[in-house]
């Protein structure tokens, strides 16, 4: 900066101005030199600028330096800066106490926003219902649904409003519905359209996702008849969250009926759905069991065969590991057959490849099994499959031939 700066760190002719030293604090700030800054600072509290009524002295560049700081995440450094201008004498206003719960609510640090609103609270008795919908939807968005009821209320207190913003109203439903605590989304939902306040697409979708979570399609089902009797396009989300929901207490017929109606409505079925409904299906009455060991799976995949559903090969391979691992040779010769009937990706085995303790697991099957083509034909899968097979590999081969007498 081109001012002449005394030994003493003051600048000559500039004593009675504290604009000039306002304006370098500020630049310091902006670059991070904390300690120039600091320096400055030290200087304008030591020429007596501060608080003295100055209109172009207020904090309102203060303010700017905090929300720009807060935008880059520097939170330590805020605090640093506001302690030391609380401790130089400086008033940290409610403007700049504002500033900092928005910079806290925007950085997911909900506990630090709350100190910042209570300070307001306890400086000036009172805080705008921004400041609390900011300090409520940092704790709704960590998942501290308790603590983002509990401010609400306090809000509710002290605004004497009635109803909250729509955005307050998203936070809590959908931070309950992501816990699956569907009675406190449910509650909230109501609440909100008692206000007048219309829900979004993604809302429902929460009551539906929380009713698929706790394995409740019947008001899965609620829910999605609510939103297409109010006319408004159910999506694709809302039929997949259903079928979900029945897939995760086990109603296979539930799961085949609402598949139809998705599939009638040219609802793409994508393979993230199928390994998700897989996945239901194993984790039933939270006891998860072998994905191969669960009939419903079984019966799935034979649906999904029959209506030329094309699933993504990594659900085929970890469905043929755990056949593998089983000793399950039927259905892991059926995952087989199934990923070569598959055009493009699926035709080449060289893209199957499973760790090779999962091959000797079916040649040793075969081996029991005196069934030495079986044994061969996974033998030979190790080779397409890059891998080279260990003495074990060949040891359950020669005793699949041996058993039947073969030289």
């Known amino acids: 900066f081109f001012f002449p700066i005394t030994k ?21 700030a902006r670059i991070s030199n904390w300690a120039k800054a600091e320096h400055w600072l030290d200087v304008l509290v030591a ?20 929300q720009a700081h807060a935008k880059e995440g520097k939170m330590e450094e805020l605090e640093r800066w506001l302690t030391y201008l609380d401790k130089s004498g400086w008033r940290i206003d409610e403007r700049e106490c504002v500033a900092m ?6 950085a997911q640090q909900p506990e630090s926003a709350e100190r910042w609103l209570s300070r307001i609270i306890k400086s000036y008795g009172r805080a705008s219902k921004e400041v609390y919908s900011a300090v409520i939807i940092a704790y709704a968005k960590e998942g501290q649904v308790k603590e983002a009821i509990e401010w609400s209320e306090k809000m509710r207190n002290e605004t004497q409003r009635k109803a909250f913003a729509s955005c307050v109203y998203s936070a809590i439903i959908s931070a309950s519905a992501k816990k699956g605590d569907r009675e406190t989304a449910e509650k909230w939902f109501k609440e909100m359209c008692t206000h007048g306040i219309k829900p ?17 399609p019947v ?3 609620k829910w999605l008849n609510k939103t297409v009797s109010t006319k408004d396009n159910p999506g694709d989300t809302f039929n997949k969250h259903v079928v979900l929901a029945f897939a995760r207490v086990g109603d296979m017929d539930g799961v085949r009926r ?7 409505a040219e609802i793409q079925m994508e393979g ?11 984790s039933r009455g939270n006891k998860t069991q072998n994905i191969s060991e669960c009939e419903h799976v079984r019966a799935f995949l034979k649906e999904m065969r029959l209506a030329k559903i094309q699933l993504p090969m990594s659900l085929w391979t970890n469905l043929l590991y755990s056949f593998a691992e089983s000793g399950d040779l039927e259905e892991a010769k059926e995952v087989m057959l199934a990923l070569r009937e598959y055009p493009g990706c699926y035709t080449d085995v060289k893209l199957i490849r499973l760790p090779r303790k999962c091959y000797n697991n079916l040649i040793n099957t075969c081996a029991r099994a005196r069934d030495y083509q079986k044994a ?22 020669i005793n699949a031939c041996a058993r039947v007498r073969i030289h």
Request: net charge negative; aromatic share 12%.
């Open 8 to 28: 003493e760190g003051t600048i000559p002719g500039f004593d009675e101005d504290g604009i000039v030293y306002d304006t370098l604090i500020k630049a310091y």
């Open 47 to 66: 020429k007596k600028f501060m608080n003295t009524g100055d209109s172009r002295l207020n904090s309102t560049n203060y303010v700017s330096l905090i």
């Open 101 to 106: 719960v928005h910079a806290y609510a925007h």
């Open 200 to 216: 979004s697409v993604s809302l429902v979708t929460s009551m539906i996702s929380a009713c698929a979570t706790n394995g409740d």
């Open 219 to 221: 008001n899965a089902v």
């Open 258 to 264: 609402w598949l139809r109606t998705m599939m009638s």
């Open 272 to 282: 993230h759905l199928c390994t998700s409904i897989l996945s239901a299906f194993s």
């Open 376 to 397: 061969e034909f996974w033998f030979d899968s190790i080779q397409k499959a890059e891998l080279d097979p260990d003495s074990y590999s060949y040891n359950c081969v």
